[in-house]
């Protein structure tokens, strides 16, 4: 067994240590290279941590994946675990049909639909892009007449990926909290200016709008993470006077501050989509009772390193913090299956 592995941070640096710590057969290759299907012929199996901000990997990395995956290759993410990466709108019909507990979530391909149900629905409503994390992409809409501004937009100029704006406004918030430095935030200046390349070559979201019932009340989020027959998650509190929790920045990893009913939900819907890894973000309805939000087969890997520890799929509790969950990932490309 060897495995061809695309660097590029994220979990591929410690898919690296795994391999060399326990002598496993692996090259690093350049997925951007025309010829990557001739460099994968020595290989049995091929790992890429793309990244939704980055433009190249956006056009062509589920394309590369699944080909491979179609010669017989085993990879990671493999199919069922990256066609909906990035992609809440895939994610809302996907959790529907397997009657997965997903908040009330609506989607309109044409400006006059989406008008329809304006009218006649309820405010306020969470208003996202189908792309995009760290919430950058996500916002409250009190009114009808906000809503309808946004689908005029969605159906004529559409929305950037990324404002310089709102990343500058982030970074003030997160200076003001001590969270990060002055060069930060003038590194946020200079981004008004200078788009990251990412903004440039992204073409804007238009053509949809995505809505979802607002859920009230929750001061954090909970992520939490199925890697093959684990699982592990962190509480996210919300940014101050803001629903939001996701990219915030403040973390709990205290077990107890995580319920275990999230876990069994996520242990389950990644059972029925045969997924390799899952993230899933969680709120709760008036009732207590968990809700998805979104899911993605990517995350931050520093953010779980202070996790306590992991449950089992018997939710079996094992302590300890600094488990290998990217050795997991290589550990599943060496199974039989
Ligand atoms: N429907 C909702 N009701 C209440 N809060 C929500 C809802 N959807 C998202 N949130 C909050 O907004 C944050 C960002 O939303 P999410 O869909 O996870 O987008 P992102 O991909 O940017 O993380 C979540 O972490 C959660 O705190
Ligand atoms: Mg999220």
């Known amino acids: 067994m060897k495995i061809a592995i695309h660097k590029s941070g994220g979990f ?3 898919w690296i240590n795994y391999c060399q710590k326990n002598s496993i057969d692996y090259k690093i290759v350049n997925a951007y290279d025309s010829d990557i299907i001739k460099q994968m012929a020595d290989c049995d199996a091929f790992m890429w941590h793309h990244h939704q901000a980055n433009y190249k990997d956006c056009l062509f990395a589920k394309q590369l994946l699944f080909s491979l ?7 990671f993410p493999n199919y069922n675990s990256g066609w909906h990466f990035d992609d809440k709108v895939g994610q809302k019909y996907l959790l529907e049909s397997i009657n997965a507990p997903l908040v009330p979530s609506y989607v309109f391909y044409t400006s006059e639909e989406a008008r329809k149900w304006i ?3 309820t405010f306020p409503k ?3 892009l189908r792309g995009g994390a760290g919430a950058a992409n996500v916002m409250l809409v009190h ?11 969605a159906f004529r100029g559409g929305f950037p990926q990324y404002s310089g704006w709102r990343n500058l406004k982030e970074r003030i918030r997160k200076y003001r909290l001590g969270k990060t430095d002055i060069k930060d935030v003038l590194k946020g200046v200079v981004r008004l200016l200078v788009k990251p390349e990412f903004a440039k070559m992204h073409a804007p979201e238009k053509g949809y709008v995505y809505f979802q019932d607002f859920i009230p009340n929750n001061t954090c989020d909970l992520r939490i993470v199925v890697v093959g027959n684990h699982a592990f998650g962190i509480k ?10 996701s990219g915030g920045g403040s973390l709990i990893y205290e077990k107890s501050q995580i319920d275990e009913r999230c876990v069994k939900i996520a242990f389950d819907v990644s059972d029925t989509l045969h997924s390799q890894s899952m993230g899933y973000d969680f709120v709760f309805d008036h009732n207590g009772n968990p809700l998805i939000v979104e899911m993605s087969y990517g995350y931050a890997v520093e953010a779980y390193d202070k996790c306590e520890g992991y449950w089992d799929r018997e939710l079996n509790w094992y302590s300890g913090e600094n488990f290998d969950f990217c050795g997991w990932m290589v550990e599943d490309m060496l199974l039989n299956n």
Request: aromatic share 6%; proline share 0%; charged share 50%.
């Open 126 to 128: 969470v208003f996202k």
């Open 69 to 75: 995956q179609q010669s017989g290759k085993k990879v």
């Open 119 to 121: 009218d006649k629905t």
């Open 12 to 14: 591929s640096e410690r």
């Open 143 to 153: 009114t009808r007449r906000e809503a309808k501004k946004l689908v005029c937009k």
């Open 236 to 245: 996210r509190l919300c940014r101050e006077n803001d629903f939001r929790a």
